[in-house]
């Protein structure tokens, strides 16, 4: 007679009374789950119906927050979605018990626009930020030539970036239509701009 393995096994599942597959956690009938009596798929929270929440008793997808049934919530009791603050059902709230969209904050005041209105009136771009940036030995300062190790060998290092120089490497780069974008937003003011990315668009030839 044939063997029959275990289903908790075979399913690589680490957990007990599990259904799904690579659970970590108790009775997910869904997949990858390391929570509790998830439905849905890959949640690390509990009883949660949607997909890859972490909070609990979500029904939406993507809630960091607690018994949302909208998507992209890090607050609470949330039927809206992308709402970071409690009880609305609204979009795109920071407060409680909001039904509405509110207009988007650009450079520390009120636009003119919900944000939803600004993705469709607006052809967004999102700068290529990079936590790193190759350095090539000729362009290696002495210091660096000091500090760093193996780059002899390699003709250069690995340079980490912080948030403000990832944005100057990324400004360096963009075309004028790319930073004409940014310095065209409603309510543009160049000194938030610079304290936020270091880059001083007063200057010429930004």
Known sequence: MTDIKNKTEDDGNSGKSNSGNQNSGNQNSGDRNSGHFNSGDRNSGHYNSGLLNSGNQNSGLLNSGNQNSGHVNSGNQNSGHVNSGNFNSGDYNAGWFNTDEPKMRLFNKDSELTYSQFQKQCELIYP???????????????????????????????????YKEAWQEYWNRASDSDKKFFTSLPNFDADIFFEITSINTKEKNI
């Open 128 to 162: 290529d930020l990079k936590v790193c940036s190759w350095v090539n030995t000729k362009d290696m300062t002495k210091q660096e030539k000091k500090e760093e190790i193996g780059w002899k060998l390699s003709g250069g290092y690995l340079k980490k970036l912080g």
